[in-house]
């Protein structure tokens, strides 16, 4: 068992070190919110998005997560309510998020505690969607707000048609050099050529 004070000593120190940057696929997984204020709501959305199977433990929960159809345990946080859990998300008050993430620790599930960093194992940043392309900003939880002002940005700068067709040249191009048997480390050039080849006659 570790303890408090040794676990969270680990993540003040974790600040510091590098992100493994990675997509998670949780469809029909199971997904363990802790809270049921706004904050949990607004994390709840994505999650279903995703095809998680949630479920919300709190005493209270808004009328949105009441009505979103998911499994809602109407009580305090244990520990035993993660035993099955793939991913938690901890949207309570920080001395709850802090039981949380001890718990999570010992089943070796990663957590995201919203606007919380000492208490998470994982940071969702600021995403992305164009044409079937996803970009994740992440402060390493420092600065949320900053994730969000780089993720407005770069919605301005990346036109939906044109990413749809870069994707759509990406697909087949890849699938050519699969049956070429062409090398990874050699295929960006070769991508660049084909997307440069879109705008030749403009």
């Known amino acids: 068992m570790v ?10 120190m974790s600040a510091a070190v590098p992100l493994f940057p990675a997509f998670l696929k949780l469809a029909d997984r199971p997904v363990v919110i802790v809270g049921g204020g706004p904050v949990a709501t607004a994390k709840l959305s994505a999650l279903l998005e995703a095809n998680a199977r949630v479920t919300v433990v709190a005493p209270e929960v808004t009328p949105t997560i ?9 009580r305090s946080f244990i520990a035993s309510d993660l035993d099955d859990a793939w991913l938690a998300v901890a949207a309570a008050p920080r001395g709850v998020n802090r039981v949380v993430a ?4 010992t089943r070796r599930v990663f957590v995201n505690a919203v606007d919380d960093p000492p208490h998470a194992s994982v940071y969702l940043g600021g995403v992305v969607r164009r044409g079937g392309v996803t970009v994740a900003i992440s402060t390493n939880g420092q600065a949320p ?3 969000g002002l780089i993720r407005q940005a770069l919605e301005t700068l990346l036109p939906e ?18 049956l070429a ?11 660049l050529r084909a997307l440069a080849s879109l705008y030749e006659d403009r």
Not at 3 to 12: D, K, N, P, Q
Not at 161 to 178: F, G, I, Y
Request: net charge negative; aromatic share 8%.
């Open 102 to 105: 001890e718990a999570a620790e």
């Open 161 to 178: 048609d044109e990413v749809e067709r870069w994707m759509s040249v990406a697909r087949d191009q890849r699938a050519e050099w699969t």
């Open 145 to 147: 707000a900053l994730a």
């Open 181 to 191: 048997g062409i090398p990874i480390d050699q295929r960006r050039p070769l991508l």
């Open 66 to 74: 009441a009505g979103s159809g998911v499994t809602i345990r109407r």
């Open 3 to 12: 303890t408090t004070g040794c676990y969270m000593a680990g993540l003040y």
